[in-house]
C-alpha cells in the first residue's frame, strides 16, 4: 500500500468512525444535497441506451452511499464497491448484502473481470499532507488504472483551481490542464464538467464517442 492510499486509509477510517455514514462520516461536510450532487455526478458517466444493469467499479466507496443512490433513483447497477477503509467496508457489507464490496487497494487487488464504468468519488479531492507533485504522480496512476478496468468510461472529480481560497489538505488541479493530459494520455473522448455549484469538476473519459460504447475493450485478470 502506497503511502497516500495509507494516509488516506487512515483519514477516512477516522471520520466514518466518529460520524457514521453521513456526508461528515466521508468529509464532505454537513450538507447532504452536495454529496447527492457529487453522486450525480457520477453517474453521469453512464450510457442511457444500456439495454441491461450496466457493471460498476466504485473506488473509494466508503459506506456505498452511490448505490443507495442509485437504488434511490431507480437506476438498476451491477455494483462492485472497492475501499481500503476496513470499518466502512464493514458497514457496507452488513447493510447492502446483496452488492459486492472490496476490502482492498484498487492498484493491489486482482480483478478477474472488467466493468462497464469505473468511478471515483472524492479520493482524487483530498491530498491531506503530502506534496502536489506527489499527488499529481497518484491520480496519473490511479486515473490509468481505472481507464484499463473499464470497457466504455470512467468518471472521476477533483478540486479546481478556479477558487479564491486554498485548503492545503484538498488536491486542486487546472482543469484544462488536466483535461489535456487525459486528451493527450489516455483518450480524446473526455466530457468535462465545470457547471455545478461545488468548487470541483468532473471527468467522464471514454473508449469511444457517447453513443457508440459497445465495444469491450478491456481484458480481465492479471492486473495490479
Not at 458517466?45 to 434511490?72: E, K, T, W
Not at 481507464?147 to 478556479?162: D, H, P, R, S, W
Not at 464538467?193 to 457517447?210: G, I, K, Q, S
Request: with cysteine; hydrophobic share 40%.
Amino acid at each position: 500500500m502506497s503511502e497516500i492510499t495509507n494516509k488516506l486509509k487512515q483519514h477516512y477510517e477516522a471520520t466514518f468512525r466518529e460520524n457514521g455514514p453521513t456526508p461528515q462520516g466521508v468529509d464532505w461536510g454537513t450538507d447532504a444535497s452536495r454529496l447527492a450532487l457529487r453522486y450525480e455526478k457520477m453517474l453521469a458517466v453512464i450510457s442511457q441506451n444500456s439495454a441491461r444493469a450496466p457493471s460498476l467499479l466504485d473506488v473509494g466507496c466508503g459506506f456505498g452511499g452511490l448505490l443507495d443512490y442509485a437504488r434511490l433513483k431507480g437506476l438498476e447497477l451491477d455494483y462492485t464497491g472497492i475501499d481500503v477503509a476496513e470499518n466502512m467496508i464493514q458497514w457496507a457489507c452488513d447493510t447492502c448484502p446483496d452488492a459486492k464490496f472490496i476490502l482492498g487497494d484498487i492498484f493491489e487487488y486482482e480483478f478477474d473481470q472488467c466493468f462497464d464504468y469505473v468511478v471515483c468519488n472524492g479520493i482524487l479531492t483530498q491530498k491531506l499532507d503530502v506534496s502536489g507533485s506527489v499527488m499529481d504522480q497518484f491520480a496519473a496512476r490511479l486515473i490509468k488504472q481505472m481507464y484499463e478496468l473499464c470497457n466504455m468510461g470512467i468518471a472521476f472529480n477533483v478540486m479546481t483551481t478556479k477558487v479564491n481560497f486554498f485548503s492545503n489538505n484538498l488536491y486542486y488541479r487546472n482543469p484544462a490542464e488536466l483535461f489535456a493530459w487525459c486528451f493527450s494520455e489516455i483518450t480524446p473522448f473526455i466530457r468535462l464538467d465545470h457547471a455545478y455549484p461545488l468548487y470541483e469538476y468532473t471527468l467522464c473519459l471514454y473508449r469511444e464517442p457517447v453513443g457508440n460504447e459497445g465495444n469491450q475493450t478491456c481484458l480481465a485478470g492479471g492486473r495490479k
